[in-house]
């Protein structure tokens, strides 16, 4: 059955560093997400992208953070600029329909 | 605002009992709810959504609008049934998704 996949699994980053976590959908997916989830925290929606672009995004999602696709099959949030508050999990999903998501197993970010 | 509420963190049940997870939420337009499961070690995947009406694991979900909640019910739990469970609301006029905070299911054999 096919998988959405992440990595890193972890990063360990410098606060002010950039990160990309790279995440591959499942093949015929059109429609992309991250969340993040902090230590004890609940699930949180970050964005949504469709047909090259963002469709939503939350209040975190700020100007800190953007997504590309930078190919058929990859789909990455950067971080520019990073803070100690951006230490989470962060979850890629992706969906052929708007409705039914399929969640990667999460990225580790730690930021010192 | 949107918004899910899971009220309890922990929930611990003997195998075979009967089990009912809450999720609440509050929006004003017209909601999609979605049940999600987290396994130990494993990764986030859905269970059930509201527009479906299925029973997957034994598991069920009723829409109750005049309540504004989507409880999971089970009639008889198993232990394979412990795991983190996520109670979703996607908003009608995006494509957002709020989650609720989970419960954490204990089947106690």
């Known amino acids: 059955e096919p998988e959405v996949t992440q990595t890193p699994s972890h990063q360990v980053t410098q606060m002010g560093q950039e990160v990309i976590l790279r995440c591959v959908p499942i093949?015929?997916?059109?429609?992309f997400y991250w969340y993040r989830q902090i230590l004890g925290q609940k699930v949180e929606f970050l964005v949504s992208?469709?047909?090259?672009?963002?469709?939503?995004k939350s209040e975190i999602f700020d100007d800190q953070f953007s997504v590309e696709r930078p190919d058929g099959s990859n789909f990455t949030l950067k971080i520019r600029s990073t803070k100690l508050e951006d230490s989470a999990m962060y979850f890629c999903?992706?969906?052929?329909?708007?409705?039914?998501?399929?969640f990667g197993p999460g990225t580790r970010l730690l930021v010192l | 605002a949107q918004r899910v509420t899971q009220p309890e963190k922990l929930l611990s049940v003997f195998k075979g009992a009967p089990v009912e997870l809450k999720c609440n939420y509050s929006?004003?337009?017209?909601?999609?709810l979605f049940w999600y499961v987290q396994y130990s070690r494993q990764r986030l995947q859905l269970l059930l959504r509201?527009?479906s009406r299925e029973s997957i694991k034994g598991f069920t979900a009723d829409l109750n609008k005049g309540e504004t909640s989507f409880h999971l019910k089970k009639p008889f739990a198993q232990e394979e049934d412990s795991a983190m469970y996520y109670c979703?609301?996607?908003?009608?006029?995006?494509?957002?998704?709020?989650f609720g905070t989970g419960t954490s299911l204990t089947v106690i054999p």
């Open positions: 999903a992706s969906s052929d329909r708007v409705d039914a998501q399929y």
């Open positions: 093949s015929n997916h059109l429609y």
């Open positions: 992208f469709y047909n090259n672009e963002i469709s939503e």
């Open positions: 929006y004003s337009g017209s909601p999609e």
């Open positions: 509201h527009i």
């Open positions: 979703a609301l996607r908003v009608f006029t995006g494509n957002q998704f709020y």
